[in-house]
């Protein structure tokens, strides 16, 4: 599923306001940034067709994914977003990116995967190109990080750090919340394991951050949004 010769495209992503995300200071060559685009489809994809079990009983249980989002936080989002493309019913029907980009939830998540945080990162056609389950920090999570890991975040030396910690944030194939509950250890396409614990209307990732509603269907990803960006270990 490698996507690095396809013309990245993602209009409507100007999405920046919460932490200043300005594209001034965020260069870098057309040559980095494809080597770091193409690196970061590559380790997707290989994720994607050699992942463990829980990732290789999706074929069976894509019915299961079908479900209704659940979660603590899944009320309050239906009364923020009660209709449109960024509501629950308008995001099963498109992409993940797509579905992302038309949610005032996830403004920053979109910019950070399409290159507006950092011109060398843009994971859209990768994202957009097989079955996931995303952990979606929702922007007030990204409002939390600090001010220096931003502004390092957005240069070209921190565009591997950047991809690094999306892609911490995607497991290959649809998971349901009791699938993730079950597997405990779940590997990302990052490589390093996310651990999931708790009931499916109380999952938590990684100890502390909490699922605000999960189990939320795109056309091609299982999005459980949260309320902490997950940062993988050394």
Avoid: W
């Avoid at 220096?148 to 194939?173: Q, R």
């Avoid at 951050?209 to 990803?221: D, E, F, L, R, Y």
């Amino acid at each position: 599923m490698t996507t690095s010769t396809r013309t990245r495209t993602f209009s409507a992503l100007a999405l920046a306001g919460a932490l200043g995300l300005s594209l001034a200071g965020c260069g870098g060559s057309d040559d980095a940034a494809g080597t770091t685009a193409s690196s970061s489809s590559s380790s997707m994809s290989s994720s994607s067709s050699t992942s463990s079990s829980p990732s290789e009983s999706m074929s069976s249980s894509s019915t299961m994914a079908a479900g209704t989002p659940v979660g603590a936080g899944c009320a309050d989002y239906a009364a923020q977003v009660p209709s449109g493309a960024g509501s629950v019913e308008g995001m099963a029907q498109a992409n993940v990116t797509t579905a992302a980009s038309n949610n005032p939830l996830l403004t920053q998540l979109v910019a950070a995967v399409s290159g507006k945080l950092n011109p060398q990162v843009n994971l859209v056609d990768t994202l957009n190109g097989g079955e996931f389950t995303v952990f979606a920090p929702v922007d007030s999570a990204f409002a939390a990080l600090p001010a220096d890991v931003v502004a390092t975040l957005k240069t070209p030396e921190g565009a591997a750090t950047l991809s690094s910690v999306l892609t911490y944030h995607v497991v290959a194939g649809k998971m349901t919340p009791e699938q993730l509950i079950q597997a405990g250890a779940v590997p990302t396409v990052q490589g390093k394991t996310v651990q999931v614990a708790g009931t499916p209307e109380a999952m938590t990732v990684n100890g502390s951050a909490k699922v605000i509603c999960g189990n939320v269907q795109t056309s091609n990803a299982t999005v459980y949004l949260l309320d902490s960006v997950l940062m993988p270990p050394a």
